[in-house]
């Protein structure tokens, strides 16, 4: 068991979500950066789609009480075992009683900590991935076991050196595709998105960023259709919502641009205060 | 199968097909025949296909290299002549409590339109609803039906929580709440039914093109159901409609 001492600021446990319950309203989930996730869990040798934890502006503080193998990925929190540094992205072992806390945020926003094989928390409709009304728990709060399997007694570790390059926790350009309406947007406000830079407001979480810059809108609201994660949407007072993966599985409001997968995890790790510009992305040669 | 549609590339993975924009039984038939054959036609990989009023998300399992290619081929399964896919649509008699205390805008409701309570529970449970496609929250029903005489705008502020079961009406719509929400329709009753189950197969009993019929019962007969519903052992009565 994993014994949570201190749960953070919104610390939950994601794999990739639930990619065929649409039909029922079901949304998305999973986690906001999957780059930054898939990579903790290839450091230790885990499927891709291994539930993790994901910690969000403030990590956690948390007690193993079997031997295992972490890997840490995403955000820098200054993160420390029994108050000795660790680096990010090496399979590290630890032992029954060490405590493993994530300190000062210093790049990026979300961190991501995989254990070998991966979380053992309940499976609903097909995802460990937590969400109010899904899952019993939509986040972890302090005293939560989480259980993992104990490391088998004839373990050797082989970790392949895996080179990760980070720059995208440095990136502001959020590549676009047109959304479904953004061809109903006029010149100048399709020239206005594709050129100024948005500033992330304080309303951003795991189902919506809202940014602070407006758009003169004068798009009427459309007929409920689908949108996913990375749908970015105009409301009738000019704001611009981008959804992210909790976000729900339809909406009214024009669909004005649609993040590309890897925009999506550059934006998930970005916060309150930052600035994005998004940029058109080239359509691929045939 | 004889709607003009336009295809338009979404995201890496998907393609949003898109009929004229109107809001239409027929319509719903046609993107729920055109779902079918795609799920029944080889060659695709696909993850989720996702519909509402008269749109349909098609989410590939893998990024689309040629979306021209895979675009003519939906086309080709849209106007092909298979034979049509005959779905089985229920209709499903749903138990709701108007009393009072759970219905706490139909008071205003009834001075709004001038029209008595019982009218308005009247006039609710009368018509037979159709379930155009689920959305908006896990188990939400998207309804089609509703009396014009009962249509209500939305309250300008939302409710900060809105019980699980309140069955509400907002503009021209009706709808029941599936879990504790936080929602600006009208609320006019409750039910004991359970809309999202994740410990069931198949969580939402309802599917799109089923329909729904409300029917009144008393706050007795709704704490009796409550408990069956609460065992599990409560079956909703339903009939199909297009055997």
């Known amino acids: ?286 | 199968m004889n709607h003009k549609l336009t295809y338009k590339p979404y995201n890496e993975k998907s393609i949003l097909v898109e009929w004229p924009k109107v809001i239409d039984e027929a319509i719903l038939n046609d993107i729920l025949q055109f779902k079918a054959k795609i799920e029944a036609s080889e060659g695709f990989k696909i993850m989720s296909l996702t519909h509402a009023y008269q749109s349909l998300l098609i989410h590939f399992k893998k990024e689309i290299d040629d979306f021209d290619a895979i675009i003519n081929q939906l086309k080709d399964i849209y106007s092909s002549k298979a034979e049509v896919i005959q779905l089985r649509q229920k209709l499903w008699k749903i138990p709701v409590c108007y009393d009072s205390s759970f219905g706490i805008d139909l008071e205003f409701i009834s001075k709004e339109k001038n029209i008595s309570i019982e009218e308005i529970i009247e006039r609710h449970s009368k018509a037979i609803y159709k379930v155009y496609f689920i959305g908006f929250l896990p188990g939400f029903l998207y309804l089609g039906g509703l009396d014009d005489m009962l249509a209500t705008a939305r309250k300008a502020t939302p409710r900060q929580q809105i019980d699980k079961g309140s069955v509400a009406i907002g503009g021209n719509q009706t709808g029941v709440y599936p879990s504790d929400s936080p929602g600006g329709w009208n609320i006019i009753g409750k039910t004991p039914i359970n809309f999202f189950n994740v410990n069931k197969s198949e969580p939402c009993f309802a599917k799109a093109g089923d329909c729904i019929q409300f029917y009144q019962i008393s706050k007795e007969e709704f704490n009796d159901i409550n408990t069956l519903v609460a065992h599990d052992v409560y079956l909703i009565e339903s009939e199909v409609i297009n055997a």
């Open chain 1, 1 to 286: 068991m994993l014994k949570v001492l201190h749960a953070g600021f919104y610390t939950s446990v994601q794999d990739f979500g639930r990619n065929n319950h649409q039909y029922i309203g079901v949304p998305f989930s999973g986690a906001m950066d999957k780059k930054a996730a898939t990579f903790a869990n290839a450091i230790l040798g885990n499927n891709p789609n291994e539930a993790v934890l994901e910690m969000t502006m403030l990590g956690a503080k948390v007690q193993f009480n079997q031997p295992t193998v972490v890997a840490i990925s995403g955000a820098d929190m200054d993160t420390k075992i029994n108050n000795t540094k660790i680096l990010r992205y090496k399979a590290i072992v630890v032992n029954s009683g060490d405590v493993l806390s994530f300190g000062k945020l210093k790049q990026g926003f979300r961190a991501y900590l995989a254990v070998l094989g991966g979380f053992k928390t309940p499976t609903v409709l097909g995802s460990k991935s937590m969400y109010a009304t899904i899952t019993e728990n939509q986040i972890i709060k302090k005293g939560d076991a989480l259980s993992y399997n104990t490391i088998p007694s004839n373990y050797r570790p082989s970790f392949a050196s895996i080179k990760f390059n980070d720059d995208y926790l440095k990136s502001s350009t959020i590549e676009v595709f047109k959304g479904a309406e953004f061809d109903l947007l006029s010149k100048e406000q399709q020239e206005q998105l594709l050129s100024q830079p948005f500033t992330i407001s304080k309303d951003n979480n795991r189902m919506a960023y809202q940014l602070a810059e407006t758009l003169e809108n004068t798009l009427e609201p459309i007929i409920t259709s689908a949108v996913l994660p990375g749908t970015v949407q105009l409301t009738p007072s000019g704001k611009l919502i981008v959804l992210m993966r909790d976000c729900q599985t339809t909406g009214g409001y024009p669909r004005v641009l649609q993040l590309t997968e890897e925009a999506l995890n550059i934006l998930a790790q970005k916060f309150t205060g930052a600035s994005v510009s998004f940029k058109l992305k080239a359509k691929k040669k045939k």
